[in-house]
């Protein structure tokens, strides 16, 4: 089982008498933002090091909890270790961290002790002549537990890096993109929330599938700071994605194929930025919503160009009707295996549509898209084949 760690121990540069983890990070504390990203990386416990509790801090430990993961606080190693499972591999956050979810999972993917190293770094310690601690550490949980035999005047993550090196721990460097989308130990706010959206935005740019990453990457990059720092609920990005959308399917309802479509593509671009606002506030049930709309939207909009180019072509409407299955049922597979970066996905066919009602020729759109979504469902079938052969053989 993996379990997450995380100190909220070191005051905020530039607030008086606040802790860094409690400053805010687009609309949530920092120690909200790394438990989520331990949550998503399969963290199925906790600990939270602090050595005051502060109301802001107590606040942000019970909306973790909310989301059905034990937490726990503790002060000292001797409470850190009575709470972790004995065979727990310990995935430790720094205090002050921010970073993202491709490098929190590439770490919790350890099974042995591992710290995330780099060749520079500002507060962070050094483990080696040319290496310095970049903030994430995969260990044991019997790290902690030779802390714990330490004298009680140790500071507690010091002497824990300084353990897991002497352990042997490997080393592995911080990828520059990593570097590049925000990677780092901040504890001004003004810098925090910059990190932040840096953060963010290249999390939508490590999805897999092109759309996310090559088209809704950098709109987020445009789009998202002024909205974070204004505070925009996600709800009001969903209320007019799906503003959007109703308009788009009306346009193709009287026939302006190439206007609807762009609504729809526009609806679809809100629903991911409300699906990422989503994601930083703890609005679950939005994202469901989310979620399902966008698949809905899609289905929708292909009918409805397949309707209006029936009139020309009277096969368009049965080519609709086929690259809605195929598509529901390339999603279902491919939710069962890792993603390729060019597999299909729903947002993918209104794009190709497009092209296709600009040039006047929907039929042949319909076909390509229905082509599109088979070769997706073919691949995800064939992986998941050779995945269950290798686990049967």
């Known amino acids: ?20 983890a409690t400053l805010p990070i687009g609309g949530v504390t920092l120690v909200e933002f790394q438990a989520r990203l331990l949550i998503a990386a399969g963290a199925t416990q906790i600990v939270v090091v602090v050595s005051r509790m502060t109301p802001e801090l107590l606040g942000a430990v019970n909306r973790i909890g909310r989301r059905g993961i034990a937490i726990d606080t503790v002060r000292t190693p001797g409470e850190a270790i009575a709470k972790l499972h004995p065979l727990a591999r310990v995935v430790w956050l720094a205090d002050g961290l921010v970073t993202t979810g491709a490098v929190v999972e590439a770490m919790a993917a350890r099974d042995h002790d591992t710290l995330l190293v780099s060749a520079k770094g500002e507060g962070l310690e ?18 902690i537990a030779d802390v714990a035999r330490l004298p009680t005047d140790y500071d507690f993550a010091s002497a824990l890096l300084r353990t897991a090196a002497q352990r042997g721990a490997e080393h592995v460097t911080l990828p520059d993109s990593a570097a590049r989308a925000g990677h780092g130990i901040e504890r001004d706010s003004r810098m925090l929330a910059a990190k ?7 999390a939508l740019g490590e999805r897999a599938n092109w759309v996310d990453r090559y088209l809704i990457a950098p709109l987020a990059k445009a789009v998202l700071p002024p909205l974070i720092a204004r505070s925009v609920p996600a709800f009001v990005m969903v209320a ?22 762009v609504f729809t593509i526009v609806a679809l671009a809100l629903f991911a930025l409300g699906d990422t606002l989503g994601w930083l506030r703890d609005e679950g049930r939005l994202r469901t919503a989310v979620r399902w709309a966008g698949p809905g939207v899609v289905g929708a909009s292909v009918l409805a160009f397949g309707w209006q180019a029936s009139a020309e072509a009277t096969t368009a409407m049965v080519l609709a009707i086929a690259l809605v299955i195929a598509a529901a049922l390339a999603e279902r597979a491919a939710s069962a295996v890792a993603r390729r970066l060019w597999w299909a996905v729903p947002a993918a066919y209104p794009l190709i549509l497009l092209v296709a009602a600009i040039l006047g020729r929907p039929a042949i759109g319909l076909v390509a898209a229905g082509l599109y979504a088979a070769a997706t469902l073919g691949t995800a079938i064939e ?3 050779a995945r269950l052969a290798g686990a049967t053989g």
């Open 240 to 261: 007019i994605a799906t503003a959007a959308a109703l308009v788009g399917l009306v346009a193709l309802a009287l026939r302006w194929s190439v206007t609807g479509l």
């Open 383 to 385: 992986r998941l084949r």
């Open 196 to 202: 932040g959206r840096a953060a963010l935005i290249a």
């Open 126 to 143: 050094r483990v080696g002549p040319d290496a310095v601690w970049a903030g994430i550490a995969t260990i044991d949980a019997q790290r």
């Open 1 to 20: 089982m993996i379990a997450g760690l995380l100190f909220a121990t070191a005051e905020a540069s530039d607030r008086h008498d606040a802790l860094a």
